[in-house]
């Protein structure tokens, strides 16, 4: 079975500092896809970046970035110049490559952001 | 385009009593997922459709739990009755069928309280 990994409950960061949020994962699977989901304090759930498993390239959107670590099955979060906004809690999370395939989510960071 | 919506947002029940959950998905999403967090644990899948069918239900718990989605289009999660250990946040995501990059859009939750 897959199962996601984050050994981070709580981390807090500078404004306009960078931050590196960890997630490990299992699977025996080739085909996969990596996301890491923000939910912030009004409670709704977005996506914030995703990784392709065949694809060696990390995956950037804008300030955000990853790590993977194919094989360390290790897939960690960057958040350059962090603003107050990015205060939030964020989920990693996991699915086959297969289209309407479920997802495996990590246990969830809280990230504070302190001006 | 409206965005995957879940009412009530918050709802507080006594033990033994009933609720419905209900989830209107994105117009034109044939996946719909229910996934479920109890308080300061990992999103849990519950269940899957495709359309009207039932396409994997393996995490729903127990049967006092039935989810159904009338005409392939909203979905409702009933609990019956309620326990104390149902108390958590309940999420509904939607997403297209047949594309492998998609990724799952999300509903601001439902806070389910059992006192």
């Known amino acids: 079975a897959q199962t996601v990994t984050q050994s981070q409950p709580e981390m807090s960061v500078q404004e306009a500092e960078t931050v590196t949020l960890s997630c490990t994962y299992d699977?025996?699977?080739?085909?996969?896809?990596l996301f890491w989901y923000k939910q912030p304090p009004s409670r709704q759930m977005i996506l914030v970046i995703r990784?392709?498993?065949?694809?060696?390239q990390n995956a950037t959107e804008n300030r955000f970035s990853v790590n993977f670590q194919k094989a360390a099955k290790s897939f960690s979060l960057k958040i350059s110049d962090s603003q107050l906004g990015d205060a939030a809690m964020y989920f990693c999370a996991y699915r086959w490559g297969t289209s309407g395939s479920r997802l495996t989510f990590g246990e969830g960071t809280q990230l504070t952001v302190n001006p | 385009e409206a965005g995957v919506t879940q009412f009530p947002s918050h709802s507080v029940i006594e033990k033994g009593q009933t609720v419905t959950l209900r989830c209107d998905p994105i117009s034109g999403h044939d996946n719909l997922y229910w996934y479920r967090r109890v308080m300061g644990k990992e999103i849990k899948f519950l269940l899957h459709?495709?359309?009207?069918?039932?396409?994997?239900e393996s995490g729903m718990p127990n049967n006092r739990f039935l989810a159904e989605r009338t005409g392939g289009t909203y979905s409702t999660l009933k609990v019956q009755p309620a326990e104390l250990e149902d108390s958590g946040v309940y999420f509904c995501?939607?997403?297209?069928?047949?594309?492998?990059?998609?990724?799952?859009?999300f509903g601001q939750g439902t806070r389910l309280t059992v006192v």
């Open positions: 990784q392709e498993a065949y694809k060696q």
């Open positions: 699977t025996s699977e080739s085909d996969y896809y």
């Open positions: 459709f495709v359309k009207e069918s039932k396409q994997d």
């Open positions: 995501a939607s997403s297209p069928r047949g594309r492998r990059n998609t990724e799952a859009f």
